[in-house]
């Protein structure tokens, strides 16, 4: 239905203030005119017993929230340049688009919804849902919200530039320039994240995703142009990833050794961080042909067998990079309500000295369950070098 823009706009403004508004969206741009931001959001709020407006503003890297009262000049927000402006009560969604020719094209539909006044912010996220990356990557809608389908790689996106975001301001401050290479990268909603989120910190940021299959290569490349990015992508095995300078090093859920071989190419090539969340493993669990006691109390339960070995195998792996002169530290990089996938090993480049007890709890683990770790197999040189370590 087309109604004049006042009349619309008047339609919003008793909408939202009246005592059954739920929330709503201002996205896109009318034509021949700027918004200040990209997307607005507000929400009815209850501060100190007192009916507020929260609104929070995206110009899609980071948001700005303020409360305003009821004598606030909505109407004002709603002539500011969006195109399309959405308003839901409890029980109507009032939607509006206005066309290149200046007319508000209304909606209106029947809703359901329950009226949320907690004013805790929501969790600050490292970019927002409304970032230009996530709609090229097809995990939003055109009103810049994440797809429900989508939500969990978002908070999983969300939480390894959480991760990142600490590690660089204690460990990479100091450059100018940042190269990263993406480890098993599948569809790059990682890559392009931390693309992204790095280039608002650096002047510049060098990219690589690397996975071994070519539709995946296909698909990235076609994000990276229409996103007008610079990130490389190549169809290669992570083993055979060619050398290169690289300041971090990410690998998230690489199926199995796969994770190995991210970590020893990061090492090879001197990574200065290493993220890495381990996917599903096997090797180890091949290896254990007799467990030493009194760790039998463990292993003969089969599904408790099935993550201490998975836990050694991280374990190793953290203590592997440690001999080799890293600061690591294992994390919970997302709940497990979202995935039982959730660790992350980080590791930072400092060099330091083996320490004995390191060394010696390390090979009094592989002597007394007989297993040497894949990875210790990768780096059997540089252990040597580093520590003196004979790997079998
Ligand atoms: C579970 S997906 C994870 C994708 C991405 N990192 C993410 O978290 O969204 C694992 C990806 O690793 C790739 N992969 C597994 N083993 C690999 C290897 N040895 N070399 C290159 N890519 C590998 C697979 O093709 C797949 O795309």
Not at 102 to 112: C, F, G, M, T
Not at 136 to 160: C, H, N, T, W
Not at 247 to 252: E, K, Q, T, V, Y
Request: aromatic share 6%; hydrophobic share 40%.
């Amino acid at each position: 239905m087309k109604v004049e823009l006042p009349v619309a706009f008047s339609q919003l403004e008793s909408r939202i203030k009246s005592q059954v508004f739920v929330r709503a969206v201002l996205s896109g741009r009318r034509r021949n005119m700027q918004t200040e931001y990209e997307r607005i959001d507000i929400k009815p709020v209850l501060i100190k017993e007192e009916i507020k407006w929260q609104i929070v503003s995206s110009d899609g890297k980071k948001d700005i929230t303020k409360n305003v009262e009821a004598d606030f000049n909505f109407n004002q927000l709603f002539s500011s340049g969006f195109a399309n402006l959405l308003v839901d009560t409890q029980d109507e969604s009032y939607q509006v688009r206005i066309s290149k020719k200046d007319e508000a094209l209304v909606a209106i539909n029947k809703v359901k919804l329950s009226r949320d006044l907690a004013h805790d912010r929501q969790k600050q996220r490292m970019l927002p849902e409304s970032n230009q990356v996530f709609k090229a990557l097809d995990m939003s809608d055109l009103l810049g919200r994440i797809k429900p389908s989508k939500m969990d790689k978002y908070k999983q996106v969300d939480e390894f530039l959480r991760l990142i975001s600490q590690t660089l301001d204690s460990d990479l401050s100091k450059q100018d320039e940042v190269s990263v290479v993406d480890l098993g990268c599948g569809h790059a909603y990682l890559t392009f994240a931390v693309q992204e989120f790095l280039s608002d910190k650096y002047q510049k940021v060098s990219i690589l995703g690397v996975d071994e299959r070519q539709d995946s290569k296909e698909h990235n490349e076609k994000v990276a142009k229409k996103l007008n990015t610079s990130a490389q992508f190549i169809a290669a095995k992570i083993a055979d990833t060619p050398n290169q300078k690289v300041d971090i090093a990410i690998a998230l859920h690489a199926c199995d050794t796969a994770t190995d071989d991210a970590l020893f190419w990061a090492v090879k090539n001197d990574a200065k961080v290493i993220m890495a969340a381990p996917c599903c493993m096997h090797e180890l669990q091949t290896q254990i042909k007799e467990t030493p006691e009194p760790w039998g109390l463990l292993t003969k339960y089969g599904l408790v067998k099935e993550r201490l070995v998975d836990l050694m195998t991280d374990s190793l792996r953290a203590q592997i990079l440690k001999l080799l002169g890293y600061r690591v530290d294992i994390v919970e990089f997302i709940g497990g309500e979202h995935t039982a996938r959730n660790i992350l090993i980080r590791a930072v480049k400092t060099g330091a000295a083996v320490n004995d007890l390191d060394k010696k709890r390390y090979e009094q683990m592989l002597g007394d369950w007989q297993i040497t770790p894949y990875l210790a197999k990768l780096l059997k040189s540089e252990l040597k070098a580093a520590a003196q370590i004979d790997t079998l």
